[in-house]
């Protein structure tokens, strides 16, 4: 289980991908272990994208060697139906936190854009003022010389007239420095509007990280005290062709009489016009062979259930352990531990 366990970590590290359930089949020869993964995302062509990043790894190549047959070829990627289950609630609470998280970024980015034209303008300003006061100093140093140029004795009218035609060509210089730096803080939006935008942009990120760390907050009240429990039941029904809208509505109503936690609920890509089926996955989990046999007792003798029934052309059941409770491993899943007096 070490390159599955590599895996999950290196979905969720860099693709937020969450692993819900590793499921060991214990009807299966040969054995057959089955990861279930939430994404968030409703982009298949980008789920399909990082499945061939994944593909790519050195140790993806080492997983494949411990599996018979094509294990690209297990790997389907099943978009939500339309059901409430636990996987959906859990991915829509967390994409909630990426849009959140993702709105945090924007901002922090549009807010340092910002202080990086405050910044400019606060340079240019000081630059500006600098070069202003040697204008002055020169313009100080023109005018006492204009008036006391006949107190200079000794000095000859030419000297004098060369360092005042240097200092005027100083003086103008300065001046075109003055107007470039001018027009350059022109160009910028004025310093009260700079520090207007950074009050803005801290009042939407206090609000933006208030918000995150309440759905944060909600997110684990909601998970901290669920019970995992160690069996899930898959199952793969293929539907007639025209019957899955009837199958959908049959059941939601159905949905009533199941005493089992609906995990997860996907539906394959829409196929080719040529092929008559339409083929689903349900996964549920239940406590213990008791909760096993009333469900399918009930199940057995429910009306809603049979009608059902008559919209399927195929359906299997994989009976499977949560890996964890197998191997005693440690794992860390999305959904926090049951408790100890549990």
């Known amino acids: 289980m070490n390159a599955t366990t590599w895996q999950a970590a290196w979905l969720r590290h860099h693709f937020h991908w969450d692993r819900v359930v590793v499921g060991y089949a214990l009807t299966d020869i040969p054995e057959r272990v089955l990861e279930i993964y939430g994404i968030p995302t409703n982009d298949l062509e980008s789920a399909r994208g990082i499945l061939e990043e994944l593909h790519a790894q050195d140790v993806y190549q080492e997983l494949k060697e411990c599996c018979e047959g094509s294990r690209e070829q ?39 854009e910002n202080r990086t034209l405050l910044r400019e303008v606060d340079e240019l300003q000081a630059e500006l003022a600098g070069l202003q006061a040697r204008r002055s100093g020169l ?47 022109a160009r910028l939006p004025p310093g009260s509007t700079l520090l207007a935008r950074d009050a803005d942009f801290e009042a939407q990120l206090s609000r933006v990280e208030e918000d995150l760390r309440a759905a944060q907050a909600n997110h684990k009240r909601r998970f901290e005290g669920l019970r995992i429990p160690n069996y899930f039941l898959n199952v793969a029904i293929k539907l007639k062709r025209d019957a899955l809208n009837a199958y959908i509505d049959g059941m939601t109503k159905l949905l009533e009489d199941f005493a089992w936690d609906f995990i997860a609920a996907g539906e394959h890509p829409p196929r080719p016009a040529g092929e008559p089926e339409h083929e689903i996955m349900h996964l549920w989990r239940f406590g213990d062979a008791n909760d096993l046999y ?34 005693r491993t440690k794992r860390a899943p999305p959904f926090p531990e049951r408790n100890k007096e549990e």
Request: aromatic share 8%.
């Open 294 to 327: 009333r469900q399918m007792v009930e199940l057995r003798e429910s009306k809603r259930y049979s009608d059902l029934t008559e919209f399927f052309t195929e359906q299997r059941h994989m009976l499977m352990c949560d890996w964890e409770a197998l191997s």
């Open 74 to 112: 297990d790997e389907v990627l099943l978009p939500a139906m339309q059901y409430k289950t636990f996987l959906r609630d859990f991915m829509e609470e967390r994409m909630d936190q990426f849009s959140l998280a993702a709105l945090q970024r924007e901002i922090q980015g549009r807010r340092e």
């Open 139 to 185: 313009q100080g140093g023109l005018a006492g010389n204009q008036g006391g140029s006949a107190g200079r004795q000794g000095t000859p009218d030419a000297l004098v007239e060369r360092e005042r035609g240097a200092e005027s060509q100083a003086v103008m210089a300065l001046e075109r420095q003055i107007g470039d730096f001018q027009s350059r803080i």
